[in-house]
């Protein structure tokens, strides 16, 4: 199942795809920066930026944004009148699609969840809402 | 003090979609009174029955983590920020 779109610049993947390889051997994290729906408030799809971020657990199975790094990133965004519409977080050995934790922890029904999975040689990326504990894919349409 | 309070998307529903808000407060538990008076509903957001902050929102004052001050009793000085945001996290 989709659920409405995902509009990235192709240097946007590029970036996630750099910082995630980059991360190795351990999951690698980030934030996206974009637009709300100034009536609903909900984000409308659109990235007009990425946030490499710190994985706080350092680890290979699981990631943490680090607050500090999450925090810069929302006030200079709501600066610009963008806030943090989602996350990018990478799998090192297992599929780009949200894992049981992945939807568990998952913090806002309006984010995209993008997913890298660096399990084989050529990086897949794949972009997701979470609601109420349903997976729904986002159509991910890349410009540029 | 003016205080200004900074909200990510997933509290913004229980304060009239604002972003950014003024609060008169000196401690980060004052601001919590504060902003529960004036929006109910981002009260339980914030705050677990047993009165202390859910694990998983965490509170900057400024560039430093509140858990890492005074918690709740942290102070506030006019001007500052106070940023309110979901733990960000998961794994495969």
Redesign the interface.
Known sequence: MQHGEARFDRRHVEAMIAHCITGLPD?A?G?LVGP?DPVT???TGDVERVVPCRNV?K?A?????H??D???A??AA?DEGL???G?F?S????DAY??P??VR????P??LYVLVSLKDPEPTVRTYRIVDGDIIEAGMIVTG | MPVEVRLPTIFRQHANGQAKLTVDASTVSELFDELTAAYPGLGGQLLGEDGQMHKFVNVYRNDEDIRYLDKLDTPLSSGDVVSILPAVAGGQ
């Open positions: 999951e994290c934030l709300l408030f909900a984000p657990d680890s199975r699981t990631y943490s944004v607050p500090q999450h925090v810069r929302m006030n709501q806030d943090v519409v996350v977080h799998h090192t050995h297992s949200p894992s934790t992945d922890q998952a913090p806002d309006t984010w």
